[in-house]
């Protein structure tokens, strides 16, 4: 089975997103024989400040990596921060993916993720082109989840944004959700055919990521070992509203033991420091990124972790950091709402407490429960492990494998039957 993946983020993007592609391109090609590869575009990571947008002299250029041929696109890697950058990128990448598309080897099946928005149409035109079954798999809801970016709250951006998601739901052979909200907002707001679309989680590696000794090599060379650590990990961006955890320390500010650690890097990191000197809030520390080999110890370095997301994106986005605090076995407070996929997940497991959105109070209070309740810590941490394992990595991409075998079996077993006739 040739499978072919179009989404602009992918190894060694640092992004949860390309990261959890990587992991599904890889292993449908070790643990299942597929044929797979995916049409990325350039790597979004840090470079010197004088260094050019554009990497590279042609369109396109083959990278295999792990079994996985990728087709690396030519395209600007502005700053994301700004509308202008952002949507050069984007189209840079767009235009560059369908040439590349048209060197990928006939797939059975094409797979567009949402990274931009708009690549599902160069995926499609391909699946089209070569006969292949089309899948939409949403990452993220458009328009709703662009009102983010600066500039693409612009009213006629967004109509166009919202038919485009329109058209590839309307197209695709299966729409895949991340849980059973996106489902419903697919279903509801979108349009999409029930029988269409199938829901499938992110996931951890529980076998990569798992329960951890507090006093351990990152905890003692960033002073986390001793204090009470509430840890942020993952992307700091633009969909969690930290703002709000910034205020939720400052009301912690008295219990000299109690350290807000905001683990990664991302669009707002920057105002976020600034807020802090501004607020001279001695309790909170930022650190870098940590790469995969160091996930372990990091999140074993966490006392209770926060997750949050700003109202109104309940469904629209999934946050997949979740996963891997289930993996490490440690409680959470999530600032979500009620039918956010990690309320979900915290009501059916017993895994986390769930505070307001956008609410510093409730949320430092129910920190303050899990600091002052240890029990109640350590019961939920373990519940969370237990749960993890249903979201354990070679399970959910099992899932993926069989809806692919099934979706490309026409496509497959047709050449068969005109050879035996």
């Known amino acids: 089975m040739r499978i072919c993946f179009f989404n602009r983020s992918y190894y060694p993007d640092q992004g949860a997103t390309g990261q959890l592609l990587t992991e599904l391109a890889e ?46 696109t030519r395209g600007t890697t502005f700053r994301p921060g700004r509308f202008v950058g952002r949507v050069t990128n984007y189209v840079s990448y767009f235009l560059c993916a369908c040439l590349a598309g048209l060197q990928v080897p006939r797939p059975d ?22 006969g292949a079954k089309f ?25 166009l944004l919202d038919r485009i998601n329109r058209f590839l739901i309307r197209k695709a052979d299966r729409v895949i959700a991340l849980g059973e909200m996106m489902r419903e907002r697919l279903i509801v707001g979108k349009g999409a055919q029930p029988r269409m679309v199938t829901v499938i989680h992110n996931w951890t590696d529980c076998s990569a990521i798992t329960p951890g000794e507090k006093r351990n090599p990152f905890s003692l060379a960033n002073g986390l070992a001793d204090p009470f650590v509430v840890m942020h ?35 707002k990191r920057e105002a976020l420091e600034v807020r802090v000197r501004s607020m001279d809030l001695p309790n909170v520390r930022f650190l870098p990124y940590q790469p995969k080999d160091r996930l372990k110890d990091s999140f074993a370095s966490a006392d209770v972790f926060v997750v949050s997301l ?29 039918a956010c996929e990690v309320a979900s997940i915290t009501k059916k497991y017993d895994c986390g407490l769930l505070a307001q959105p956008g609410d510093p109070e409730d949320l430092a209070k129910k920190i303050l429960t899990l ?48 050879r035996g006739s």
């Open 27 to 72: 292993d449908l090609v070790s643990d299942y024989g597929c044929e797979v590869s995916v049409v990325a575009g350039p790597p979004l990571l840090p470079r010197n400040p004088g260094q050019s947008g554009v990497r590279g002299w042609m369109p396109v250029r083959r990278e295999p990596h792990n079994g996985v041929e990728i087709f690396r």
């Open 109 to 130: 099946l094409v797979v567009a993720l949402t990274d931009p928005p708009i690549i599902g149409l160069a995926a499609l035109l391909i699946a089209r082109r070569s």
């Open 135 to 159: 899948v939409f798999l949403c990452e993220d809801i458009f328009p709703e989840v662009a009102g983010l970016l600066e500039g693409f709250h612009v009213e006629r951006l967004g109509r």
């Open 233 to 267: 990990s993952g992307n700091v961006g633009l969909s969690q509203n930290l703002d709000t955890l910034l205020d939720a320390a400052d009301r912690l500010r008295h219990y000299p033991d109690l350290v807000v650690t905001m683990v990664g890097d991302g669009a």
């Open 310 to 338: 700003s109202r109104g994106l309940a469904g629209y986005i999934v946050p997949s950091k979740i996963y891997g605090i289930l993996a490490a076995g440690r409680p959470y407070v999530a600032a979500v709402e009620e």
């Open 371 to 418: 600091y002052h309740d240890r029990g109640l810590a350590r019961r939920l941490g373990a519940n969370a492990r237990q749960a993890a394992l249903e979201f354990d990595r070679p399970k959910q991409v099992r899932v993926y494998y069989d809806l692919f075998r099934d979706l490309a079996h026409v496509s497959l077993a047709a050449p068969q039957t005109v």
